[in-house]
């Protein structure tokens, strides 16, 4: 994520953690750790990274040494422009908003390289976590590998917020160029596989039916599918369902 005012990616240094920076201590007391994570807080309006822990342990470097600039750059080769894209596109979509921005966040599934070559699934949330005047000041980032999740070529995401539903509809259509499928997308698509009728998804999630053909029907053209049957085909193949 960007500031409100310069969505530029010269906005990521890779200016480290200062150790002694009254910031810095201040979010190692507070701050609530939980084994397996990876922490960074991450101020926009200082353009340097104010806090890290946990990213020896999960990708091989030091906490004190690595910066946002290297945590982006580990992505890999296949998800780096999808991981660009999101937060470029969240940040656009925030500038819009004035009130709440510390209650906007998106989840995704990605990949990093650790320092020792191997590649690392990861589930990772992003999130706003100051903000002034309309303006996002710091973020967020945790991370946590994820072994567990079967990687396809389909990029998965979530969006949470106040307007939850446009954040990820807005997404949705930004990151179309992407193999991507939302939370919401993902969620309907499941009630269809097990035999629901749109009609009948859309009374179980309670919204409207055009909302549920809004969340599907754009699917066919995005993974190159002529029918519901084969949708859901490609949705088992590729590890969405």
């Known amino acids: 994520m960007y500031s409100k005012k310069n969505h530029s990616k010269s906005k990521i240094s ?3 953690v200062v150790v002694n920076d009254k910031k810095y201590l201040y979010y190692k007391k507070t701050l609530p750790f939980f084994g397996g994570e990876a922490v960074y807080v991450y101020s926009f309006k200082e353009n340097r990274m104010l806090f890290t822990s946990g990213w020896f342990d999960l990708l091989g470097y030091e906490d004190d040494k690595i910066g946002l600039a290297t945590i982006v750059n580990l992505t890999t080769k ?14 656009q979509f925030l500038s819009t908003k004035t009130e709440d921005l510390c209650k ?3 989840t995704m599934e990605t990949e990093k390289v650790h320092k020792n070559g191997s590649v690392i699934p990861l589930f990772s949330r992003i999130g706003v976590f100051k903000a002034k005047n309309g303006i996002v000041e710091e973020v967020i980032g945790i991370f946590q590998v994820a072994k567990s ?14 307007d939850t539903s446009e954040f990820e509809e807005t997404l949705s259509k ?15 698509l499941q009630l269809a596989a097990e035999g629901f009728a749109f009609k009948e998804i859309a009374h179980q999630l309670n919204v409207s ?10 699917l066919y053209k ?9 949708l859901i085909n490609f949705a088992h193949t590729n590890h969405i369902l």
Do not use: C, T, W
């Open 78 to 91: 296949r998800y780096i422009d999808f991981v660009n894209d999101l937060n470029e596109k969240a940040l």
């Open 174 to 188: 930004k990151l179309f160029r992407h193999f991507v499928i939302s939370r919401k997308e993902k969620e309907a």
């Open 149 to 162: 999740l079967k990687y396809g070529k389909i990029m998965q995401f979530s969006a949470y917020g106040p």
């Open 104 to 106: 906007y966040s998106f």
């Open 222 to 230: 995005r993974f190159n599918v002529n029918s519901l049957p084969h």
């Open 209 to 218: 039916q055009s909302a549920i053909e809004k969340r599907i029907i754009p």
């Open 14 to 16: 890779n200016s480290p």
